[in-house]
């Protein structure tokens, strides 16, 4: 007998087990009345997932790291349509700790549009995180918004 035909073979007798379970478990099952259909288990479905596998385990912690620094360090929120704009004190945190930060980021979260200005002659560094509809909610939470 060929390769093929044995896996074949194998295929066939899984697919008869597993026919076997499932007509085992839905004749030990109780029946509901025709009216009473079961409940259909409540799942939270988001578009937007991380990748956690994007980074290096020091990468990761590196990642963490900035993150922490960059919740802190916050000297304002300023919510929009599209997203929210996190300001900062450029003696609080860099230019290059937010390039850093976003560069990382988007490798695992690569739905955010991230946008850095260095406002006011200097004396205003914001990141703003943007993306497709439903962002902001994924952004509150990931990101400690607290609620007004």
């Known amino acids: 007998m060929t390769r ?15 026919a076997l379970i499932l007509l085992t478990v839905s004749a030990s099952a109780p029946a509901l009345p025709q009216d009473q259909a079961p409940a259909a288990p409540a799942i939270t479905q988001t578009k937007f997932y991380c ?12 990642h963490q790291e900035l993150t922490d620094k960059i919740i802190a360090a916050r000297t304002a929120i300023v919510a929009s349509e599209e997203g929210y704009e996190f300001q900062f004190a450029p003696t609080n945190i860099t230019l290059a700790e937010l390039a850093d930060w976003s560069v990382a980021e988007s490798r695992c979260c690569p739905f955010f549009d991230f946008h850095i200005d260095l406002e006011r002659e200097g004396t205003l560094l914001c990141l703003r995180l943007t993306g497709q509809q ?15």
């Open 4 to 18: 093929e035909g044995v896996f074949a073979g194998r295929i066939k007798r899984v697919t008869a087990a597993a």
């Open 51 to 62: 990748n956690m596998k994007a980074l290096t385990p020091t990468g990761r912690a590196h």
């Open 134 to 148: 439903g962002i902001k909610r994924f952004i509150r939470e990931e990101f400690q918004v607290p609620a007004k």
